[in-house]
């Protein structure tokens, strides 16, 4: 720079957005790297969003008919376990993350989880017939 003389050294540092450049690397050299589920990119394994899905093999609408047609009772059907990673645009595409403000960057509690708890059998039109 113009403003820096040879006689007193200046450090010019950019703006940081974020504290940890969007990884979570940390002293690490070098991270491997996994596939996108969206896109396809190869992105670093710290970067990447990941989702953990815990989802019925089975939809919800086909449930009751393997309920009604297995032969075991109380059969409880697996479960299938996803490890998902999305690269930051596809997350920010598809809605995954969202865009935050920058005092709420700061913020690193995880957002609040809304659980669904199964409803009971007390009422509705199953419990008329």
Do not use: W
Request: glycine share 6%; aromatic share 4%; net charge positive.
């Amino acid at each position: 720079h113009e403003a820096c003389v040879a006689a007193k050294p200046c450090r010019v540092s950019m703006t940081v957005k974020r504290r940890a450049h969007g990884r979570n690397k940390k002293g690490r050299g070098h991270v491997n790297r996994v596939r996108c589920v969206s896109t396809g990119k190869a992105i670093p394994k710290d970067k990447a969003i990941k989702r953990f899905i815990v989802r019925n093999i089975v939809e919800a609408s086909a449930l009751r008919d393997i309920r009604e047609a297995s032969c075991i009772d109380n059969y409880v059907l697996p479960k299938i376990y996803i490890k998902q990673y999305y690269s930051v645009e596809a997350a920010i595409h598809q809605r995954v993350v969202r865009v935050r403000s920058r005092e709420n960057r700061r913020n690193r509690e995880p957002p609040q989880r809304n659980r669904q708890f199964p409803q009971r059998d007390g009422g509705g039109a199953a419990a008329s017939k």
